[in-house]
Nanobody, 117 residues
């Protein structure tokens, strides 16, 4: 079971950028990994997928962030990133890192992103 810690959230004006980091307690991209993902959640709403990166490096984004966000990884640092550009107020949420393996599913505690108008 991998432990995940998110960081990098904060307050930014609309149009600005932030980079979120997800640091893992051990190697992430092993043969049993399905994908690493970033999700977000606001009060009263369900947690939604933002972006995924598979073991092989393929990426998937939800339509609302395509062209603005980029998920990436640094295998040596056991870290996944979410580069967020052209931020909008509707991007405001708690962002969670997820590690989905064949036999386990791990979540971080989340990091708050607030975008002001």
């Amino acid at each position: 079971q991998v432990q995940l810690v998110e960081s990098g959230g904060g307050l930014v004006q609309a149009g600005g950028s932030l980079t979120l980091s997800c640091a893992a307690s051990k190697s992430i991209f092993t043969l049993n990994l399905n994908y690493m993902g970033w999700y977000r959640q606001t009060p009263g709403k369900q947690r939604e997928l933002v972006a995924k990166i598979t073991r092989g490096g393929s990426t998937i984004y939800t339509d609302s962030v395509k062209g603005r966000f980029a998920i990436s990884r640094d295998n040596a640092k056991n870290t996944v990133y979410l580069q967020m550009n052209s931020l909008k107020p509707e991007d405001t949420a708690v962002y969670y890192c997820n590690a989905n393996y064949r036999t386990s599913n791990s979540w971080g505690q989340g990091t708050q992103v607030t975008v002001s108008s």
